[in-house]
């Protein structure tokens, strides 16, 4: 029989304590993530967020044996240097949260590149020079204007997941390119027995903001031409029903206290032209 050491069944034990205790558990891939990066996460996110790091190994023992309903399909999120999050706070604000204190980065010779790596078009810094065969032997289309080099067109250099050479690295820093994100690196979070992938997470808050004012104004519009009493419609709906009955009063010579000064108004405009016209 395999002996397991003490700390590491202590190190099981507490994971799975802590796993029991937060209703949010997420897993964080943390390579690439310097140190001082992580303090200045750590630091920001005190009292809000546990973070909390072991081997995959035992991460995975830990939710093997968590009793919580799916938990243990997290196993499958456990990418790079993966650490426990845990937390009490809404996932969709987490997200949100460590979205926007990553930081742009440099790509190193090794790494793997997070998305298509894309050299834009439009003019450089470089003056004219061997620094066009490199450019073209990255496939990049490169001319001279105004005697600095121009790239003609957007090229695709890397793909998601490829790795990284060192010349295109060292190119991608010369053009100022800084593909990579520095910061926690939320992949998945379970709650209440669902699994919320970070493309699930990642919700653009502006766009959102927009859609919902949008659906808003619409469902306002629709009340009003529906005549749809509601607290936001019950002005303008009372506003509408008493202009268009004065509309029909007026259309229909309708004597009321609204109407008497308009129609007398017109009937002695009426008068007048008729008098004008038997005058002639």
Known sequence: MTHVAQHKKDKVKRFGKLIDEYPIIGIVNMKNLPTKQLQKMREKLRGQVLLTMTKKRLIKICLDNNKKPE?????????????????????????????????????????????????????????????????????????????????????????????????????????????????????????????LTKEVLNIDEDQYRRDFECAAAMAFNLAINAAYPTTETISLLIQKAAADSKALAMECDILTDETVGSILSKAERQAKALNNKLNK
């Open 71 to 195: 938990i243990g399909k997290l196993k499958d999120y456990l990418k790079g240097m993966p650490a426990l999050l845990l937390t009490n706070d809404n996932p969709f604000s987490l997200f949100s949260t460590l979205k926007k204190n990553k930081s742009k980065a440099p790509i190193n010779a090794g790494q793997t590149a997070p998305n298509n790596i894309v050299v834009p078009a439009g003019k450089t810094n470089f003056s004219p020079g061997p620094i066009i065969s490199e450019l073209g032997s990255f496939g990049i289309l490169s001319c001279v204007e105004g005697g600095k080099i121009a790239i003609k067109k957007d090229k695709i250099v890397a793909k998601e997941g490829d790795v990284v050479n060192a010349k295109l690295a060292g190119l991608l820093q010369r053009l100022g390119i800084e593909p990579m994100e520095i910061g926690l690196d939320l992949v998945a979070v379970y709650e209440n027995g669902e699994i």
